[in-house]
């Protein structure tokens, strides 16, 4: 008799779901996956796709897409040899977890944060040490240092700006978590252009155990080419690569990131665009007296509704498409939604007034 074919499987599958997005990725306003409201523009698109005609589509791409790297590692102003390219972040997560984790491991995640870091850990049969953020939803720097130290963990990972809260840990506390333990400590700044806090890349080579992750997808609006970047001290980034996958990232997506760098002020306009767009946001939502709205340091914003559920189903009715994250600790009824155009921000403000 044959077995049950899910005895031949990792048995971490068991607790693991597949990755969905409610409601899907179309609508007539779409402000649930956190995107830029800006595409690249036609003429820098055509010049991107003119270089990549030129390439050779019969032969692999480097191992490493070292061109990226090395025009990332321009960009930021340091050495091509702490950078490593990847096919979005979330490929570079896998990397740096396997690298990183194992059975028996411990990994301390706080509560709630990016899902994806939790899905890792659990397929790698890692103990996860949870560390709730505060009821404000903001992050219990302290507790997280205690934590580390009394489990004495093998593995950090922090998002801030953090998905789906949308706060932040200072530049100062991030220092802190990465000094008061001998833990490896991932720091995913995916939302760092629009965040107030300075970025904790600049202690790289001061602090060993020290990771940043940064993605192309949300201020450099390349959600669709998949680009993502790891940043630490050539040492530990030489290690890191060791589980990298080959041949993972494509020409175009090089030659992408470099011309998008190269007119990168128009990242900057996007930024000041969907900041001051997120102000008006706060301001006019500020007043609804029918929701708790939190503040955010990310193009995206957080409110705790009567039913989430059916506010969800309300304004999908009426065209706009948001994310529903009740599900996450401490974040009963609450919707996510980013910032978008400024016709869409007045659409959403209308619906949230009179639903």
Known sequence: MRKDIGTLLNPALRNIATYSVEGGQQAEIKLNQNESPFDVPMWLKEEIVGEFIKE??????????????????????????????????NEMLYTIFLASLGPGRKVLIPDPSFSLYEKIAL????????????????????????TARDEAVDFIVISTPNNP???????????????????????DEAYIEFSRQRSILELIDELPNLIVLRTMSKALALAGIRIGFAIANPMLMR???????????????????????????????AVSY??????????????????????????????????????????????????????????????????????????????LTTL
């Open 56 to 89: 050779p589509w019969n032969r692999y791409p480097d191992i490493l897409p070292y061109r990226g790297m090395q025009a990332f590692a321009k960009f930021l102003g340091i050495s091509s040899d702490s950078v490593m390219m990847s096919n979005g972040s």
């Open 123 to 146: 397929l790698l049969q890692s103990q996860i040490v949870a560390v709730p953020m505060l009821p404000s939803l903001d992050f219990d720097t302290e507790a997280i240092i205690r």
């Open 165 to 187: 809260t949308s706060k932040s840990l200072t530049f100062e506390d991030v220092r802190l978590i990465a000094e008061s333990s001998d833990a490896l400590l991932l720091v």
């Open 239 to 269: 290690e890191l690569a060791k589980p990298k996958i080959p041949f993972a990232s494509s020409r175009l997506a090089e030659i992408t990131i470099t011309k998008v760098l190269a007119n990168y002020s128009l990242v900057e306009d």
């Open 274 to 351: 969907i900041l001051h767009e997120r102000e008006k946001l706060y301001t006019a939502l500020g007043s609804n007296k029918s929701l708790t709205l939190f503040e955010s340091d990310t193009n995206f914003l957080i409110i705790r509704v009567e039913n989430a559920d059916s506010m969800f189903q309300s304004l999908r009715s009426a065209g706009i498409l948001v994310r529903n994250v009740s599900g996450y600790h401490l974040m009963e009824n609450c919707l996510r939604f980013n910032v978008g155009l400024a016709e869409e921000n007045r659409r959403l403000i209308e619906q």
